[in-house]
C-alpha cells in the first residue's frame, strides 16, 4: 500500500509499506479523508514539538471499517472517524478519565504514524461512529473536539464574555463552542481576512486586529471595562501568550490550547490580584467527540464553513507547501484518498 512520509522538515515522500494485520483488540481502516492541521503544518515546517522524523502525519481522519473482530462493536464497512491520542488505560489520567493527557500518550500522526496511507490499524477503543455524517463531516470532528474540550475545561458560562486569541482552525472550533455555550465570543487575530471569516461566517460579535490598534482598550470597550471572563489562546505564539495574561478579568480563568517551546512568563502581582486561574486545555474525550458530532448533527455547527481545499492524495506532496500561504485563503484543507 501508499504512504506519504515526512521525511525530514519541508519534503514528503511517497513510499509503499506493508498492509497492516489484524491483531486482537484493534480494526484496520481504509483511510478516505485526513484533514490538515497545525500540527502537520508545523511538523513540515520543523517547528513541532515532541516529534521525530521520518513521520507519517494525519490524526484528523475519516475511513470505513475494512477489518475488525467480532467484539468491537463495529461492522466491517461501517464509516467512523477516530480519537487519535492512544492511551495506556493504567496510570493516574487515565483512571481518573483523562486518557486524554495520557502519561504515556502516543498520539496517531506525532508519536507514530498516522493516517497518510491507504490503511491504518488503530485499537479498537480509538474508533467514533458516524452518526450519519459524511466523511468530510466526520474529517472536522477531531479539531472541532479540541474547542469543545477547551470550553469544558474552561466552564464557560451563558452571557461571559470570552477572548479566542487565533483564528486558525482550532481557534475557530473554540469560538464555536463558546457561542453554543451561550457566551459572548470576542475573536482576536492579526489576519483580517480570518477574522472577516469569524465575523461573516461563525456570528462572532466582536473581532480585534491585533496589529492595529490598542487591544487592552478596545476589550474595555467591547466588555464594558469588564475584560473577558476566559481567555483562550489558540496560537502558540509565545507572544501572544505571555500579552494575554493582562486580558483577564478578575477572577477570570485563561486557557492555554496552542502549545509553546519555551517557557512562558507574566507578572505574578498582578495575576495574583485578579485570582486568576491558569490551565492547559490538551486534545479532547470521547465526550467531547460525542459533543461535537452532536452539534454538527443538530446544525449548530455548520461544516461547509470549514472545508476551503481539497487535495487528491497523490498530489498532496507537491502541493503542501501551499497550504502554509496565507494568500491562499486556507482555512481547512483536506486529503482525499478516493
Request: aromatic share 8%; hydrophobic share 40%; charged share 20%.
Amino acid at each position: 500500500m501508499q504512504s506519504l512520509i515526512c521525511i525530514q522538515p519541508g519534503q514528503f515522500e511517497y513510499r509503499e509499506i506493508n498492509k497492516p494485520v489484524l491483531q486482537k483488540g484493534y480494526s484496520v481502516l481504509e483511510i478516505k479523508r485526513i484533514g490538515i492541521c497545525g500540527t502537520d503544518l508545523h511538523a513540515f515546517e520543523g517547528t513541532q514539538p515532541y516529534f521525530e522524523y521520518p513521520r507519517i502525519l494525519g490524526h484528523e481522519l475519516a475511513a470505513t471499517i475494512h477489518e475488525t473482530g467480532e467484539d468491537s462493536g463495529f461492522e466491517k464497512g461501517e464509516a467512523v472517524t477516530i480519537i487519535p491520542y492512544f492511551h495506556c488505560g493504567h496510570c493516574i489520567a487515565c483512571i481518573n478519565g483523562k486518557s486524554n493527557c495520557c502519561v504515556n500518550m502516543q498520539v496517531c500522526g506525532v508519536h507514530v504514524d498516522g493516517g497518510m496511507r491507504d490503511y491504518l490499524s488503530v485499537p479498537d477503543y480509538s474508533l467514533v461512529k458516524s452518526n450519519g455524517l459524511s466523511f468530510g463531516q466526520l474529517a472536522l470532528i477531531e479539531p472541532l473536539s479540541i474547542g469543545a474540550h477547551s470550553i469544558r475545561r474552561a466552564a464557560i458560562q451563558k452571557d461571559e464574555w470570552v477572548l479566542v486569541i487565533g483564528a486558525g482552525p482550532i481557534g475557530l472550533g473554540i469560538m464555536e463552542f463558546a457561542r453554543i455555550a451561550g457566551a459572548h465570543v470576542i475573536a482576536a487575530d492579526i489576519n483580517q481576512q480570518r477574522l472577516s471569516f469569524c465575523k461573516e461566517k461563525l456570528r462572532v460579535e466582536h473581532i480585534i486586529n491585533v496589529s492595529s490598534g490598542n487591544v487592552m482598550e478596545k476589550l474595555k470597550e467591547i466588555t464594558h471595562n469588564d475584560m473577558p471572563a476566559a481567555v483562550i489562546d489558540a496560537t502558540g505564539n509565545l507572544k501572544a501568550i505571555n500579552s494575554a495574561f493582562q486580558y483577564l478579568a478578575h477572577g477570570g480563568r485563561y486557557v492555554l490550547v496552542g502549545l509553546q517551546k519555551e517557557n512562558i512568563s507574566f507578572s505574578h502581582p498582578e495575576f495574583h490580584k485578579r485570582e486568576a486561574t491558569l490551565m492547559s486545555s490538551r486534545n479532547a474525550t470521547r465526550g467531547d467527540f460525542e459533543h461535537a458530532i452532536r452539534s454538527m448533527k443538530d446544525g449548530l455547527v455548520n461544516p461547509s464553513n470549514y472545508i476551503t481545499h481539497i487535495l487528491p492524495f497523490n498530489k498532496a506532496k507537491d502541493n503542501f507547501h501551499s497550504l502554509l500561504d496565507p494568500v491562499n485563503g486556507v482555512i481547512k484543507a483536506v486529503i482525499k484518498m478516493d
